[in-house]
């Protein structure tokens, strides 16, 4: 392997000496970067999900055409390939692979999207009105195969406190700079970057972060704060970094209120109550976050209420039309092709070519030709009764699943309950979303979501088995001392 890599980044280096002969000497450097980063990565399959997540936080700062394909898919690639070789199936037995009911869901939930991939349907992929082209292949890759195979892999790879350490820091430093990004949109224009989030916005009045988009910038915010509180008020960490974590709470709380996007205040708000409730050891910010909310809401009660967003107002009713066209397209379009749906990536057509009016007291025109405004009724048309079968057997496993282990989990410390929990509530989080967003078209915030559920379930289990876990790259060095679970009870 490591021959093989020299050999590559060798004939590269000459390759490219040959193009741009002026330019040896820094090449050469960005060689040897990016080699040890691949030699890393291929080592440490942690390290590997980091570079992953940061390919993916930053897909569209990166400018089209600067690499032949976005770094995002060899860095997926290069996590399967790290596992794999952490793994070494070579020195596996027969029958030491073993498949689960959540394995088995979503093998079967993948191979549904592949086979609707690649079976004619009676309208092409993707939006009619919109010139730009739609990869199929890439939505299932993003929207499908690479959040849940994350699942799948954290519940093997982040199975040690190191590793867990890392996955926290490594969304909290994300949050951190989509917060300061979206605070600077309106505060300090000339600091951003990328430069596309203040030279052409999508939503120029709300804070859309290093994804250009409010929701999904949002949903972050929201995953941040929580990991951020957990963080700040246990001691696990040094005072220094506790303060930290701290900032990067209320800042991604004031961002959270930049989006100006009802969804996220909503999942937002909702975590922020059960937290308050159930956040046993920890809720005290969670309080002091309710109040402060509380009492902002009823002194702007009459801007919250009103029409105007770009205020802080959640009366629009434009968007709520929008979203009760697409539900009316969708239960039309239900009956119609109810086992295998219209084909996956094709509710754009169908919203074109059938859209349909909720009620006359909604215009007509609202919602027309879009995608699906609700995860699963978008799944239902597109992948039929079969496809969201699969996909709600999926949450609701993985539900039970994260508060089991929860609850064996101990109280008291940053990676026990408290984990569990908030795991748990940045699911909720993400299924609100859901509720008003065809989550599919999310990358970032879904893959750092099913990690973390994949990641606080494989620690659990590491943890029942009363056995060092296994080391990978450089926690192989500093073994962890395992700890047994205290005795399940309910989660308070």
């Not at 056995?467 to 009870?489: F, Y």
Request: charged share 10%; glycine share 8%; net charge positive.
């Amino acid at each position: 392997m490591a021959a093989g890599i020299l050999g590559g980044a060798a004939i590269a280096t000459l390759g490219l000496a040959v193009l741009v002969p002026g330019q040896v000497g820094p090449l050469l450097f960005l060689v040897a970067v990016g080699l040890v980063a691949v030699v890393l990565g291929l080592h440490d399959p942690v390290v590997a999900c980091v570079y992953l997540l940061g390919t993916t936080l930053f897909r569209l700062a990166i400018p089209t055409g600067t690499f032949p394909v976005d770094p995002f898919l060899p860095a997926f690639a290069g996590v399967i390939v790290s596992t794999w070789l952490w793994g070494r199936p070579w020195q596996r037995r027969p029958g030491m692979i073993r498949l689960d009911p959540i394995a088995c869901a979503i093998g079967s939930y993948i191979a549904w999207n592949v086979l609707s991939m690649v079976t004619a349907h009676a309208y092409p992929a993707g939006a009619p009105l919109d010139p730009e082209p739609f990869s199929v292949v890439r939505f299932v890759l993003i929207g499908t195969v690479m959040p849940l195979s994350m699942f799948l892999l954290g519940r093997r790879l982040f199975i040690t406190e190191r590793a867990l350490r890392v996955l926290l820091w490594s969304i909290l430093a994300a949050t951190a700079y989509s917060a300061a990004v979206s605070i600077f949109q309106f505060a300090a224009p000339q600091l951003v970057w990328p430069r596309y989030i203040v030279d052409d916005p999508n939503w120029p009045e709300r804070a859309v972060g290093v994804f250009n988009q409010p929701v999904v910038n949002g949903l972050v915010l929201t995953v941040g704060f929580l990991i951020a509180m957990l963080i700040a008020f246990h001691d696990r960490e040094r005072p220094a970094l506790r303060a930290l974590a701290g900032v990067i709470a209320l800042a991604s709380l004031y961002a959270v209120y930049l989006t100006h996007t009802r969804v996220v205040w909503l999942s937002f708000a909702t975590v922020v109550v059960i937290s308050s409730v159930v956040a046993k050891g920890f809720r005290t910010g969670f309080v002091l976050t309710l109040i402060s909310m509380v009492v902002a809401v009823v002194a702007g009660w009459s801007t919250f209420t009103s029409a105007d967003r770009e205020a802080g107002g959640v009366g629009s009713p434009s968007e709520i039309q929008d979203r009760l066209n697409t539900a009316a397209t969708s239960f039309w379009a239900f009956p119609r092709e109810p086992f295998t749906g219209w084909g996956i990536g094709r509710f754009a057509a169908v919203n074109t070519y059938h859209h349909q009016q909720w009620s006359p007291a909604v215009p007509w025109e609202r919602g027309f030709g879009i995608v699906s405004h609700f995860d699963s009724l978008g799944v239902l048309v597109e992948l039929g009764s079969l496809g969201l079968a699969l996909w709600l057997v999926i949450l609701v496993l993985i539900y039970r699943r994260l508060g089991r282990a929860a609850r064996r989990l101990p109280i008291g410390d940053m990676y026990g309950r408290a984990l569990g929990l908030t795991a748990i509530l940045c699911l909720i989080a993400q299924s609100i979303v859901g509720l008003t967003v065809d989550l599919r078209y999310f990358d970032f915030p879904n893959i750092v979501v099913m990690l973390l559920a994949g990641a606080t379930i494989g620690w659990q289990q590491a943890q029942a088995r009363g056995t060092p876990a296994p080391q990978s790259g450089a926690s192989a060095r500093a073994p962890e001392v395992a700890w047994r679970p205290t005795q399940e009870v309910v989660l308070t």
